[in-house]
Antibody, heavy 124, light 109 residues
């Protein structure tokens, strides 16, 4: 059974950079035509897609966050990571990592496995 | 890219059916057959219930069904059960983006 687990600081100061890592177990991040994504949800709010990466290095970003976001992958550790710079209180959210099935052809274009999420608060 | 529009709440008695709408535009819901639905219980991660508008992942009861007409997708839960009480979110591929809905809280009366 595939499992994803987020890790990183729970508190980040305004203007600093938020860094999170997702560790994948029960399967290889490099196998199959899978992509890996970050999604966030503010307290009491709605889901927002942040970014997606393929183990080959192809990346896709939410246009509204693109200038502040970097997603990266480390196949040797079966991990992928998120960096969000210049954070403000509006970036306070539960951050989820998820497996993304690609779009097009016979693919399903959805998020089928999710981590449990990690709350990141932005405060001084 | 704006969020997809869902009603804030929906409810039904056990055994009844409830249908949730998800309205977008021709640039997202109407433009792709890539609508998904997720169930989220309080404090838990979202769970995939429907993908590609109508398909159910293995293990999801057939009480859950999806459909789409034009720019509006729908999720129907038939034979409501207590464990169906949760928040439900739709999502869709959009141009250079992936958008989620505003969420609907389903209450089992």
């Amino acid at each position: 059974q595939l499992q994803l687990q987020e890790s990183g600081p729970g508190l980040v100061k305004p203007s600093e950079t938020l860094s999170l890592t997702c560790t994948v177990s029960g399967g290889s991040i490099s196998s199959g035509n899978y992509y890996w994504s970050w999604i966030r949800q503010p307290p009491g709010g709605d889901l927002e897609w942040i970014a997606t990466i393929h183990y080959s290095g192809s990346t896709y970003y939410n246009p509204s966050l693109k200038s502040r976001v970097t997603i990266s992958v480390d196949p040797s550790k079966n991990q992928f990571s998120l960096r969000l710079s210049s954070v403000t209180a509006a970036d306070t959210a539960v951050y989820y990592c998820a497996r993304h099935l690609p779009c097009g052809g016979t693919n399903s274009c959805t998020f089928d496995y999710w981590g449990q999420g990690t709350l990141v608060s932005v405060s001084s | 890219q704006s969020a997809l529009t869902q009603p804030p709440s929906a409810s039904g008695s056990p055994g009844q059916s409830v249908t949730i709408s998800c309205t977008g535009t021709s640039s997202d819901v109407g433009g792709y057959d890539y609508v998904s639905w997720f169930q989220q219980h309080p404090g838990k991660a979202p769970k995939l219930m429907i993908y590609e508008v109508t398909k159910r992942p293995s293990g999801v009861p057939d009480r859950f069904s999806g459909s789409k007409s034009g720019n509006t997708a729908s999720l129907t839960v038939s034979g409501l059960q207590a464990e169906d009480e949760a928040d439900y979110y739709c999502s869709s591929l959009a141009a250079n983006n992936y958008v989620f809905g505003t969420g609907t809280r389903v209450t089992v009366l």
